[in-house]
């Protein structure tokens, strides 16, 4: 049982932290490209994932104007994706940048995506979500100009704009509560631990404190990505959008995770509940990894367009 939770949980963290720094390589021998003009991004892949190729396309035409538009970006630049067929593939582009969990990471400085396409198949997150996930990361350091955000709003933003909350994530977050072991935001500034357990805590984390933060002011991620651009200062904008500094959220936001998830902590050392749901998590497991299977196969098989 716990092997199968811990598998679960690698799988719920598809996407490695989009502050990574460093540069990926050319694309390997055998790559191809397209490019669509709208944005005038480049996707680059091998032949014999053509058809994933044009379904990542399609997801970023609709994904774009959506990302760019919840944050006030208005000229978008153009950004390459790098589909790698395989792990092999993956770790030559990414070397060594990227947790062993990770299967897609972003790199804003050089405006660049790369997807682990078979890792991507295997996990529970649909390939939209990894894309508009990554996404974010990309156009929101445009958007910034380039201004360090903490590392807890960075991802917490690509999460809410990926909408990749999920019951799995509302089940760890309550058993995290459970047993005590809830950072601060303080603690989410810099890169997330390679750690898989604690890295999927820090995104549950950052997910909550971003959704409260615009629950709070729905309309203001706009006018605080304006901010943090013009003043060169996250903790600055904050203060000047939300009328009070980081540090006050942090404590509040640790209350509220507390007092929401506390009693519904207690019932999962009940064994009446925590072995049917434990089971429904395995079962939904097992069929998506043969979903997948089956779709990166059809894509393979599909080739390029004739």
């Excluded at 989009?18 to 005038?40: E, I, K, M």
């Excluded at 104007?65 to 994706?81: F, H, K, R």
């Excluded at 894309?131 to 960075?154: A, D, K, M, N, Y």
């Amino acid at each position: 049982m716990k092997r199968a939770c811990h598998i679960l949980l690698l799988c719920a963290l598809a996407s490695a932290a989009g502050l990574l720094s460093g540069t990926t390589d050319a694309a390997p021998d055998g790559y191809v490209t397209r490019t669509f003009s709208v944005y005038g991004f480049t996707i680059h892949y091998p032949v014999r994932l053509e058809a994933m190729a044009e379904k990542v396309e399609n997801i970023l035409a609709a994904s774009v104007p959506d990302v760019a538009g919840d944050i006030g970006l208005e000229t978008i630049q153009p950004i390459d994706v790098y589909l790698a067929p395989d792990e092999g593939a993956f770790r030559k582009l990414h070397r060594g940048i990227v947790p062993e969990w990770g299967s897609a990471y972003s790199v804003p400085a050089a405006r660049k995506m790369v997807i682990d396409a078979a890792a991507v198949l295997r996990a529970p997150r649909p390939l939209e979500v990894v894309i508009r996930h990554e996404l974010s990361h990309l156009l929101l350091e445009q958007r910034v100009g380039g201004v360090r955000c903490p590392t807890w709003f960075v991802e917490g933003l690509a999460m809410v704009q990926s909408h990749e909350w999920t019951f799995t994530d509302q089940w760890n977050l309550v058993t995290s509560v459970a047993n005590g072991r809830v950072p601060m935001l303080e603690d989410l500034e810099e890169p997330f631990p390679l750690s898989a357990e604690k890295a999927s805590l820090a995104y549950r984390v950052s997910f909550i404190a971003v959704e409260e933060l615009l629950r709070e002011r729905p309309g203001e991620l706009i006018t605080f990505t304006s901010f943090i651009r013009e003043l060169g200062s996250f903790d600055d904008a904050f203060r000047m959008t939300f009328g009070h500094p980081p540090e006050d959220f942090s404590e509040r936001l640790h209350a509220v995770i507390i007092k929401r998830y506390r009693t519904a902590g207690r019932l999962i050392h009940s064994a009446p509940y925590w072995l049917p749901i434990g089971l429904l998590f395995i079962l939904a497991y097992v069929l998506k990894r043969i979903r997948n299977r089956r779709t990166l196969k059809r894509w393979e098989l599909e080739g390029p367009a004739p």
